[in-house]
């Protein structure tokens, strides 16, 4: 990949529609200093989506993407959900495999690129929800974190199986009640962030995507130092506002109110990936 | 028959937050121009949420933005 594959041929660019050409004119690529004060005057990196009106994960999607030092070096990686259906609108690269195995993918391809261009940075971001990180794909998941694998795991957790009409996951909270849950779950909620720690991820966050800035910080730490060091874990808390009943205005409130409490920030930083963040921030990088 | 959200540039000029843009949840849907010192709605991209009037109006209480039926929206989506 070049920034080259972003390059209108000129003999078409008046049949290309007018959202592509500002992908080449007005995105912000080959700038390790993007992030999220470029939203309201850039092209963003993603399209009109089919996400629910005021769905936070969207929220997400734009901060994530406006936040990756490296795009066009940077392949994503998914896995079924409500999510998958956003990956269809970004403009990078992005693998969608079987439900539950994104890590297991992104460790291949991380490998592989190494070896391809041992002199070049190629990042490997896996984006899941919570059903694909911690239910179905919580085997793929810790292995690469055993594996010390140099990927960026972010997990969107709404705490519910939301589009398929909301069954309860290991991520949603003990007592919840939903429409296909409707005795309340049984078990606590998983603490993911805690088996990454175990599991020896070398950077850890636990947030709500309700202050830009400080996902912006907390994804770009974690890109930097799954570049240099290995694994590192980012959770956000991403609600579905219709499974539990809020209106479409209401996210924000939610989320406000979560960072307080089972979503207060949590950040784990190990000695390693310590180095790596101060010499980021020196460089003004973060 | 739907809402979008629309700028009141008369209000949004006073100020140089730009939170707005940050919270709508679609992409390239709520701008803001340096040259007019205020934000502006894509209108054709609007979902409706309110989830700007949300941040502008009971976070910050500068009641600078406002859902309008789309068919009586300024199409600049600004005010």
């Known amino acids: 990949m070049s920034l080259k594959i972003f390059k209108i041929n000129e003999a078409l660019k008046e049949f290309v529609p007018s959202e592509i050409v500002d992908l080449e004119e007005k995105a912000t690529w080959g700038n390790p200093k993007r992030g999220i004060w470029d939203l309201p005057y850039a092209k963003e990196l993603v399209e009109e989506h089919s996400l629910c009106a005021g769905c936070p994960e969207s929220l997400a999607f734009r901060y994530i993407l406006a936040s990756l030092p490296n795009p066009e070096d940077t392949i994503i990686i998914n896995s079924t959900g409500c999510t998958s259906l956003v990956f269809p609108h970004i403009a990078l690269h992005t693998v969608h495999s079987l439900f539950g195995n994104q890590n297991a993918i992104a460790s291949g391809i ?28 919580l085997e793929c998941t810790l292995h690469s974190f055993f594996r010390q694998e140099r990927i960026t795991t972010i997990c969107f957790d709404n705490e519910v199986y939301a589009n398929t009409g909301g069954q309860e996951s290991g991520l949603t909270v ?7 849950a409707p005795k309340g779950k049984q078990w606590d909620k998983v ?18 995507v309700s202050s830009p800035k400080r996902v912006e910080k907390v994804i770009k730490q974690a890109i930097y130092v799954a570049r240099e060091v290995g694994p590192t874990y980012v959770h956000l808390y991403t609600p579905c506002i219709l499974e539990i009943g809020l209106n479409s205005d209401d996210a924000l409130e939610e989320m406000r109110g979560r960072d307080k409490e089972r979503f207060k920030f949590f950040e784990y930083i190990s000695e390693k990936a310590k180095e790596v963040i101060e010499r980021k921030k020196q460089e003004g990088l973060i | 028959m739907y809402y979008v959200a629309q700028v009141i540039r008369d209000e949004c000029t006073k100020y140089n937050c730009k939170q707005c843009t940050l919270f709508c949840t679609e992409p390239n ?14 209108t054709e991209r609007c979902k409706g949420c309110a989830l700007c009037v949300y941040v502008c109006s009971t976070l910050l209480k500068r009641d600078s933005i406002e859902m309008v039926y789309a068919e009586n929206r300024d199409v600049a989506g600004v005010r």
Do not use: N
């Open chain 1, 191 to 208: 603490p993911m962030w805690q088996l990454a720690i175990d599991s020896g991820c070398h950077y850890v966050a636990r947030l709500t």
């Open chain 2, 29 to 42: 849907t709520l701008m803001y121009t340096d040259e007019g010192h205020h934000a502006y709605v894509i």
């Open chain 1, 174 to 180: 003990k007592g919840q009640i939903f429409k296909m």
């Open chain 1, 110 to 137: 991380k490998r592989t690129l190494e070896w391809r261009f041992p002199d070049k940075v190629k990042d490997v971001v896996v984006l899941a929800g919570d059903g694909a990180t911690v239910d179905i794909g």
